[in-house]
Protein backbone atom coordinates (compact mmCIF):
# COMPACT_ATOMS: atom_id res chain seq x y z
CA UNK A 1 0.00 0.00 0.00
CA UNK A 2 1.45 3.42 -0.80
CA UNK A 3 2.42 5.72 2.36
CA UNK A 4 -0.91 8.14 2.49
CA UNK A 5 -0.22 11.36 -0.13
CA UNK A 6 2.09 9.41 -2.40
CA UNK A 7 0.57 8.03 -5.54
CA UNK A 8 1.74 4.59 -7.55
CA UNK A 9 4.34 5.41 -10.07
CA UNK A 10 2.41 4.39 -12.84
CA UNK A 11 -0.42 6.74 -12.59
CA UNK A 12 -0.59 9.59 -14.95
CA UNK A 13 -0.20 13.41 -13.90
CA UNK A 14 -2.76 14.14 -11.84
CA UNK A 15 -4.20 17.99 -11.49
CA UNK A 16 -5.13 18.97 -8.01
CA UNK A 17 -6.17 22.71 -6.89
CA UNK A 18 -3.31 23.02 -4.24
CA UNK A 19 -5.23 25.28 -1.42
CA UNK A 20 -3.38 25.86 1.73
CA UNK A 21 -3.96 24.40 4.77
CA UNK A 22 -3.19 24.76 8.33
CA UNK A 23 -3.76 22.68 11.74
CA UNK A 24 -5.37 24.19 14.40
CA UNK A 25 -5.94 22.52 17.40
CA UNK A 26 -5.40 18.85 15.64
CA UNK A 27 -8.13 20.10 12.96
CA UNK A 28 -6.86 21.21 9.33
CA UNK A 29 -8.71 24.71 8.07
CA UNK A 30 -8.35 26.53 5.05
CA UNK A 31 -6.28 29.45 4.62
CA UNK A 32 -7.18 32.09 2.85
CA UNK A 33 -4.50 34.22 1.64
CA UNK A 34 -4.30 37.88 2.87
CA UNK A 35 -5.13 40.30 0.23
CA UNK A 36 -2.22 42.76 0.01
CA UNK A 37 -3.22 46.46 0.20
CA UNK A 38 -1.87 48.77 -2.24
CA UNK A 39 -0.07 51.86 -0.39
CA UNK A 40 0.18 55.10 -2.19
CA UNK A 41 3.82 56.40 -0.83
CA UNK A 42 3.90 60.50 -0.39
CA UNK A 43 6.63 61.82 -2.15
CA UNK A 44 7.51 65.26 -1.27
CA UNK A 45 8.14 67.32 -4.14
CA UNK A 46 11.22 69.42 -3.89
CA UNK A 47 11.58 72.72 -5.72
CA UNK A 48 14.70 72.98 -7.66
CA UNK A 49 15.50 76.75 -6.53
CA UNK A 50 18.46 77.05 -8.98
CA UNK A 51 16.22 75.79 -11.68
CA UNK A 52 13.31 78.52 -11.17
CA UNK A 53 16.02 81.14 -10.74
CA UNK A 54 17.42 80.52 -13.81
CA UNK A 55 14.01 80.65 -15.99
CA UNK A 56 13.23 83.94 -14.39
CA UNK A 57 17.13 84.63 -15.54
CA UNK A 58 16.12 83.70 -19.14
CA UNK A 59 12.67 85.14 -19.21
CA UNK A 60 14.41 88.74 -18.21
CA UNK A 61 17.31 88.42 -20.80
CA UNK A 62 14.41 87.73 -23.28
CA UNK A 63 12.59 90.74 -22.15
CA UNK A 64 15.92 92.76 -21.95
CA UNK A 65 16.86 91.75 -25.44
CA UNK A 66 13.25 92.64 -26.90
CA UNK A 67 13.90 96.23 -25.54
CA UNK A 68 17.52 96.59 -26.84
CA UNK A 69 16.54 95.38 -30.29
CA UNK A 70 13.99 97.88 -30.28
CA UNK A 71 16.32 100.45 -29.21
CA UNK A 72 19.03 99.52 -31.64
CA UNK A 73 16.49 99.30 -34.42
CA UNK A 74 15.93 103.21 -33.58
CA UNK A 75 19.73 103.82 -34.08
CA UNK A 76 19.80 101.77 -37.13
CA UNK A 77 17.10 104.05 -39.01
CA UNK A 78 18.54 107.10 -37.27
CA UNK A 79 21.95 106.46 -39.08
CA UNK A 80 20.74 105.62 -42.03
CA UNK A 81 18.27 108.55 -42.09
CA UNK A 82 21.16 110.82 -41.80
CA UNK A 83 23.17 109.05 -44.48
CA UNK A 84 20.01 109.38 -47.20
CA UNK A 85 20.01 113.26 -46.23
CA UNK A 86 23.21 113.50 -47.03
CA UNK A 87 23.77 111.48 -50.05
CA UNK A 88 21.06 111.59 -53.30
CA UNK A 89 19.80 108.24 -55.19
CA UNK A 90 17.99 107.43 -58.24
CA UNK A 91 14.60 107.22 -56.43
CA UNK A 92 14.95 110.72 -55.38
CA UNK A 93 15.04 112.28 -58.47
CA UNK A 94 13.69 109.49 -60.92
CA UNK A 95 11.53 107.60 -58.99
CA UNK A 96 7.35 106.89 -58.81
CA UNK A 97 6.65 109.82 -56.23
CA UNK A 98 8.42 112.44 -58.69
CA UNK A 99 6.97 111.18 -62.09
CA UNK A 100 3.06 112.35 -61.80
CA UNK A 101 2.39 115.87 -62.82
CA UNK A 102 0.91 117.90 -60.73
CA UNK A 103 0.59 120.80 -63.16
CA UNK A 104 -2.64 118.96 -64.61
CA UNK A 105 -4.48 118.40 -61.52
CA UNK A 106 -5.05 116.09 -58.62
CA UNK A 107 -6.79 113.55 -60.57
CA UNK A 108 -4.02 112.99 -63.87
CA UNK A 109 -1.32 113.01 -61.20
CA UNK A 110 -3.36 110.19 -59.19
CA UNK A 111 -3.52 108.40 -62.61
CA UNK A 112 0.20 108.70 -63.79
CA UNK A 113 1.37 107.81 -60.73
CA UNK A 114 -0.29 105.09 -60.44
CA UNK A 115 0.81 103.95 -64.25
CA UNK A 116 4.80 105.06 -63.38
CA UNK A 117 4.12 102.35 -60.31
CA UNK A 118 2.69 99.79 -62.76
CA UNK A 119 5.84 100.16 -65.41
CA UNK A 120 8.03 100.05 -62.23
CA UNK A 121 7.74 96.42 -61.76
CA UNK A 122 11.20 95.13 -62.35
CA UNK A 123 12.72 98.16 -63.47
CA UNK A 124 15.23 100.45 -62.23
CA UNK A 125 14.28 103.94 -61.63
CA UNK A 126 16.78 105.18 -63.87
CA UNK A 127 15.24 103.57 -67.07
CA UNK A 128 11.44 104.25 -65.44
CA UNK A 129 11.52 108.56 -65.59
CA UNK A 130 12.43 108.53 -69.49
CA UNK A 131 10.33 105.95 -69.97
CA UNK A 132 7.33 107.75 -68.53
CA UNK A 133 8.24 110.52 -69.53
CA UNK A 134 8.04 109.52 -73.41
CA UNK A 135 4.59 107.69 -72.78
CA UNK A 136 3.59 111.76 -71.25
CA UNK A 137 4.47 112.84 -74.40
CA UNK A 138 2.18 111.41 -76.15
CA UNK A 139 -0.72 112.95 -73.54
CA UNK A 140 0.40 116.78 -73.53
CA UNK A 141 -2.62 117.66 -71.56
CA UNK A 142 -2.25 115.26 -68.88
CA UNK A 143 -2.75 111.47 -68.75
CA UNK A 144 -6.19 110.02 -68.07
CA UNK A 145 -7.82 106.77 -68.54
CA UNK A 146 -9.60 107.75 -71.69
CA UNK A 147 -6.48 109.27 -73.11
CA UNK A 148 -4.39 106.20 -72.55
CA UNK A 149 -7.36 103.34 -74.46
CA UNK A 150 -7.57 105.91 -77.25
CA UNK A 151 -3.76 105.56 -77.56
CA UNK A 152 -2.64 102.93 -80.27
CA UNK A 153 -1.74 99.86 -78.63
CA UNK A 154 1.57 99.64 -80.49
CA UNK A 155 2.61 103.03 -79.59
CA UNK A 156 1.79 102.20 -76.19
CA UNK A 157 4.45 99.09 -76.60
CA UNK A 158 6.86 101.44 -78.35
CA UNK A 159 7.32 103.53 -75.38
CA UNK A 160 7.95 100.60 -73.25
CA UNK A 161 10.27 98.57 -75.19
CA UNK A 162 13.55 100.14 -73.33
CA UNK A 163 12.02 98.54 -69.85
CA UNK A 164 11.25 94.93 -71.04
CA UNK A 165 7.53 93.38 -70.03
CA UNK A 166 5.87 95.43 -72.95
CA UNK A 167 3.32 93.52 -73.83
CA UNK A 168 1.98 92.47 -70.33
CA UNK A 169 2.64 95.88 -69.23
CA UNK A 170 0.76 97.54 -72.15
CA UNK A 171 -2.15 95.17 -71.55
CA UNK A 172 -2.60 96.05 -67.45
CA UNK A 173 -1.97 99.60 -68.15
CA UNK A 174 -5.05 99.30 -70.57
CA UNK A 175 -7.45 96.86 -68.40
CA UNK A 176 -6.73 98.72 -65.19
CA UNK A 177 -8.25 102.25 -67.56
CA UNK A 178 -11.01 100.91 -68.39
CA UNK A 179 -11.70 99.82 -64.94
CA UNK A 180 -11.06 102.97 -63.66
CA UNK A 181 -13.26 104.77 -66.79
CA UNK A 182 -15.88 102.52 -65.93
CA UNK A 183 -16.16 102.26 -61.95
CA UNK A 184 -14.54 105.03 -60.88
CA UNK A 185 -15.09 107.93 -63.30
CA UNK A 186 -11.62 108.06 -64.70
CA UNK A 187 -10.21 108.51 -61.05
CA UNK A 188 -8.43 105.82 -58.92
CA UNK A 189 -9.79 104.04 -56.17
CA UNK A 190 -9.05 105.24 -52.86
CA UNK A 191 -8.16 102.38 -50.73
CA UNK A 192 -5.59 99.90 -51.12
CA UNK A 193 -7.90 96.69 -50.99
CA UNK A 194 -9.61 98.20 -54.11
CA UNK A 195 -6.06 98.83 -55.68
CA UNK A 196 -5.36 95.53 -54.95
CA UNK A 197 -7.77 94.22 -57.42
CA UNK A 198 -7.00 96.11 -60.44
CA UNK A 199 -5.04 94.27 -63.58
CA UNK A 200 -1.26 94.80 -62.53
CA UNK A 201 -1.25 95.86 -58.85
CA UNK A 202 0.30 94.34 -56.20
CA UNK A 203 0.48 95.04 -52.69
CA UNK A 204 3.36 97.25 -53.25
CA UNK A 205 2.45 99.51 -55.96
CA UNK A 206 -1.03 99.68 -53.83
CA UNK A 207 0.71 100.70 -51.17
CA UNK A 208 2.99 103.51 -52.65
CA UNK A 209 -0.06 104.26 -54.29
CA UNK A 210 -1.88 104.82 -51.12
CA UNK A 211 1.42 107.35 -49.78
CA UNK A 212 1.50 108.90 -52.43
CA UNK A 213 -1.65 110.15 -54.41
CA UNK A 214 -3.91 109.81 -51.56
CA UNK A 215 -1.15 110.72 -48.52
CA UNK A 216 -2.29 107.62 -47.00
CA UNK A 217 0.35 105.41 -45.37
CA UNK A 218 -2.09 101.66 -44.87
CA UNK A 219 0.73 99.56 -45.80
CA UNK A 220 4.46 99.10 -46.05
CA UNK A 221 5.55 99.51 -49.86
CA UNK A 222 7.89 96.36 -49.98
CA UNK A 223 10.33 95.99 -53.18
CA UNK A 224 13.45 94.05 -53.19
CA UNK A 225 16.05 96.84 -51.45
CA UNK A 226 13.51 96.59 -48.76
CA UNK A 227 13.01 93.16 -48.44
CA UNK A 228 16.60 92.66 -48.85
CA UNK A 229 18.12 95.43 -46.08
CA UNK A 230 15.22 94.52 -43.62
CA UNK A 231 16.76 90.93 -43.60
CA UNK A 232 20.39 91.92 -43.63
CA UNK A 233 19.76 94.16 -40.81
CA UNK A 234 17.65 91.44 -38.88
CA UNK A 235 14.63 93.20 -38.66
CA UNK A 236 13.05 89.92 -40.30
CA UNK A 237 13.82 86.48 -40.90
CA UNK A 238 11.91 86.25 -44.60
CA UNK A 239 11.97 84.63 -47.82
CA UNK A 240 9.61 86.62 -50.04
CA UNK A 241 8.31 90.84 -49.86
CA UNK A 242 5.04 89.72 -48.94
CA UNK A 243 6.55 88.23 -45.46
CA UNK A 244 8.23 90.96 -45.32
CA UNK A 245 5.57 93.48 -45.35
CA UNK A 246 3.79 91.29 -43.11
CA UNK A 247 6.06 91.05 -40.46
CA UNK A 248 7.54 94.41 -40.32
CA UNK A 249 3.73 95.63 -40.33
CA UNK A 250 3.33 93.71 -36.80
CA UNK A 251 6.33 95.67 -34.95
CA UNK A 252 7.15 99.15 -36.79
CA UNK A 253 5.61 101.80 -35.67
CA UNK A 254 2.89 103.18 -37.93
CA UNK A 255 4.37 106.48 -38.45
CA UNK A 256 7.66 104.64 -40.02
CA UNK A 257 5.42 102.81 -42.56
CA UNK A 258 5.27 105.29 -45.47
CA UNK A 259 9.07 106.83 -45.04
CA UNK A 260 10.74 103.39 -44.74
CA UNK A 261 10.05 102.83 -48.68
CA UNK A 262 12.21 105.97 -50.02
CA UNK A 263 15.01 105.00 -47.14
CA UNK A 264 15.40 101.77 -48.15
CA UNK A 265 15.46 102.08 -51.57
CA UNK A 266 17.89 104.81 -51.84
CA UNK A 267 20.25 103.18 -48.98
CA UNK A 268 19.67 100.08 -51.25
CA UNK A 269 20.81 101.71 -54.38
CA UNK A 270 23.98 103.39 -53.42
CA UNK A 271 25.64 101.75 -50.72
CA UNK A 272 23.59 98.42 -48.93
CA UNK A 273 23.91 97.15 -52.38
CA UNK A 274 22.99 93.32 -53.25
CA UNK A 275 26.08 92.61 -54.32
CA UNK A 276 29.60 93.92 -52.87
CA UNK A 277 27.63 96.11 -49.84
CA UNK A 278 29.82 99.15 -48.97
CA UNK A 279 29.54 98.01 -44.89
CA UNK A 280 33.22 100.07 -44.61
CA UNK A 281 31.45 103.25 -45.40
CA UNK A 282 27.85 102.58 -43.83
CA UNK A 283 26.99 104.75 -41.08
CA UNK A 284 25.40 102.04 -39.12
CA UNK A 285 27.52 98.85 -39.97
CA UNK A 286 28.57 98.66 -36.20
CA UNK A 287 24.86 97.91 -35.64
CA UNK A 288 24.40 95.79 -38.43
CA UNK A 289 24.67 91.98 -38.15
CA UNK A 290 25.24 92.34 -41.94
CA UNK A 291 23.22 88.47 -42.47
CA UNK A 292 24.01 87.03 -45.68
CA UNK A 293 26.71 89.25 -46.75
CA UNK A 294 29.88 87.38 -47.95
CA UNK A 295 32.54 90.16 -46.57
CA UNK A 296 32.14 93.48 -45.54
CA UNK A 297 33.79 95.91 -47.77
Request: charged letters at 25%; one cysteine or more.
Amino acid sequence: MPRPGLRPRSAGPVLETVRPIATVLGKQTKVHPTKKRHTVKHVPIGYDVQQIALETVKVEIKEEASRSHKVEWQDVWTSIEAYRKRVEAPVDTCGCAVLGRKEFGDKVHRFETLVSLILSAQTPDLKLAPTMRLLQSHTPEGMTPDALLAMDPELIKSCLATIGMQNQKTKSLLATSRVLRERYDGDIPPTWEELLALPGVGPKIAALTMSIAWNKDVAIAVDTHVHRISNRLGWVRTKNPEATRQTLERWLPKEYWGPINPLLVGFGQTLCRAQKPGCAECPAAMLCPKIGTKKAR
